[in-house]
């Protein structure tokens, strides 16, 4: 994917910011039906991005209302910014909608709200900086710079939220999440791990 069409495809997972924004404005209950609501549509949706006859069928039924070109430019968008396996799978925002409202839904509100953002940021600028800048590269294509850039991202958010060692623990795993794109997709994983990671070393006081 070229750097062109990353950078589309992060503007676009930025949105997901949304999500621990509604939170701290409107509280968890908004939160979960926002969430819920988000992912509802998405799946509702999901076929028609994936089955071809079914987009073409909604095709034809859009070119009676909207002029032709936008959609055939609109349609070449999206396919720019999906990853090769996210064009006959399930895409990331599936993901996404399912992991951020199973943390809103059980978690704690700062680590919650921490850990959606951090997955959604952290990896955006892992990408921004890693692909251009990345000099250091390991076999799977990442690179220490980008790793780099998802860590102090994660501290810069993570530190107003909660204390400096669950911040740095917070961190370290969402940077491995991200690094080793842990299964079944990392914008699902991405999120847990924080926040499963966060939520584990407070119950148990590892330290003080």
Do not use: C
């Amino acid at each position: 994917m070229s750097m062109k069409s990353e950078l589309k495809r992060k503007a676009l997972h930025l949105t997901g910011l949304t999500v621990p924004l509604v939170y701290i404005l409107f509280g968890k209950e908004v939160a979960l039906i926002f969430v819920g609501l988000s992912f509802a549509a998405f799946i509702a949706l999901e076929p028609l991005r994936i089955v071809e006859h079914l987009r073409d069928k909604l095709k034809k039924k859009l070119g009676l209302y909207v002029d032709k070109q936008l959609i055939k430019i609109v349609e070449r968008e999206i396919d720019t910014i999906a990853r090769e396996h996210e064009k006959r799978s399930i895409g990331a925002h599936i993901y996404f909608t399912l992991a951020a409202f199973t943390i809103v839904y059980f978690f704690p509100k700062d680590i919650a709200i921490g850990s959606i953002a951090v997955a959604t940021l952290g990896d955006a600028m892992a990408a921004i900086i890693g692909k251009p800048f990345g000099k250091h590269r390991f076999k799977n294509g990442k690179s220490v710079e980008g790793s780099l850039a998802y860590f102090i991202t994660a501290l810069l958010i993570l530190i107003p939220l909660i204390d400096v060692p669950h911040a740095v623990i917070g961190a370290f795993a969402g940077t491995l999440a991200e690094f080793y794109e842990l299964p079944p997709d990392d914008n699902f994983s991405n999120q847990l791990a924080v926040a499963v990671t966060l939520y584990i070393f407070r119950k148990f006081a590892f330290w003080g």
